[in-house]
Every structure is written in C-alpha cells, then in structure tokens.
T-cell receptor
C-alpha cells in the first residue's frame, strides 16, 4: 500500500545533542510537510517542500532544519534540542498545494532528556 | 490569518448515541474546511472536506459536516456512533484557491464511545 513512513517511531535524545527524524513516501507526491504537535495542542506547521522548493514558516525556530534529497525522502534536523522541543513530529504529503488531502505518517515522538 | 476553535476537548458518549463535535473558524478570506481523525498510535487521516458546492459533506463511515458561512462553523455529526469511532478529531482550515497550502488545526476533540 502507498503510504507515508516515519522512522523512528520513538526517539530519545539528550539536551543539545543533534537528532534527525526521517520521513519517506511511496505516494510520489510533490509536497511534503513537517508538523510539530505538543501534548493537547494543535499540530503546527514547521515547513514544507513543494518539489525542491523549501518554505519555512516565519515562526519556526532556526534550530529546526530540513532536507529533501529526492521526491521520496524528507528529513527533519534539530540541531540543538531543548526540553521544549519534546513533541510528536508529523510528516505529511500531498499531490499539490491548495485544498488537496494531506496524507500523514504515524509520527515520531521525541523525548529530550 | 486563520484560526480554529474546537469548543470541546473531550466528548464521552454511549454507543449508538448521536454525537456532534463543534468547530468554529475565523478568517477574513474564503476557506476550505477539513476534519481529520487520529486513531490511537496512528497518523491523521482525512475524514471529510468542504471545498465548494453543497454545504453538507459526508464521509464513507457515516459522519457528516455542514459548512455554515454565517456562523463560521463546520460541526461534525454522526447519528449513531460505534466503539470503533473512539479517536481524536481535528478540525482544520486553509485559505481557498491558488497555491495556499497551510492547514491551521484546532486543538482536537477526543471522542470516547463507551459500551
């Protein structure tokens, strides 16, 4: 089945230790998104790629970076995780922008010690 | 900018009872509206969406939502719920038309269906 895969499902890192979260898709969608979801809060868009074009949300901290080496893969890099970065990170894809359904992966839960 | 308010953080109901999950939005422009569902340990899945046309939209598993522009609402309803409907439900909005991509989510409503 075509899907959005996130690895790992659970990630534990230490304060200040860089961490990379991975997302892959078999849907061949043009757009890939990263959301941060903290407990009891709405998912918050961090950035998205339309093909290779990177779009950063204005309020996304500089500590968060992303890479999309090809259509299928997208990575979220947190350069120096703080305790406040502990959250669920959701990857999503869509065929195009504007009204299209977004398909979500199961998420990676990040714990910062 | 858009915003979404889901008025109830938790809704407990008994099996076969009707349910309404409330969603209100704020926007200065025309919008698309969505309901996503998140089952335990899974990602979000699209339940239904309103883009244009008929203001009443339905999902394949018996949910429906009605776009009410005057009340800026998009409430989700089901006449008879099942245990398997237990999940978190998120209402979301985006600007309509063009290349607008950004979904703004509400905080979610946890629907718990009890036997």
């Amino acid at each position: 089945d075509a899907m959005v895969i996130q690895n790992p499902r659970y990630q534990v890192t230490q304060f200040g230790k860089p961490v990379t979260l991975s997302c892959s898709q078999t849907l061949n969608h043009n757009v890939m998104y990263w959301y941060q979801q903290k407990s009891s809060q709405a998912p918050k868009l961090l950035f998205h790629y339309y093909d290779k074009d990177f779009n950063n949300e204005a309020d996304t901290p500089d500590n968060f970076q992303s890479r999309r080496p090809n259509t299928s893969f997208c990575f979220l890099d947190i350069r120096s995780p703080g305790l406040g970065d502990a959250a669920m990170y959701l990857c999503a894809t869509s065929r195009r922008q504007g009204g299209d359904e977004q398909f979500f992966g199961p998420g990676t839960r990040l714990t910062v010690l | 900018a858009q915003s979404v308010t889901q008025l109830d953080s938790q809704v407990p109901v008994f099996e076969e009872a009707p349910v309404e999950l409330r969603c209100n939005y704020s926007s200065s422009v025309s919008v698309y509206l969505f309901w996503y569902v998140q089952y335990p340990n899974q990602g979000l899945q699209l339940l239904l969406k309103y883009l244009s046309g008929s203001t009443l939209v339905e999902s394949i598993n018996g949910f429906e939502a009605e776009f009410n522009k005057s009340q800026t609402s998009f409430h989700l309803r089901k006449p008879s719920v099942h245990i398997s409907d237990t999940a978190e439900y998120f209402c979301a909005v985006s600007k309509s038309g063009g290349s607008n991509y950004k979904l703004t989510f509400g905080k979610g409503t946890l629907l718990t269906v009890n036997p």
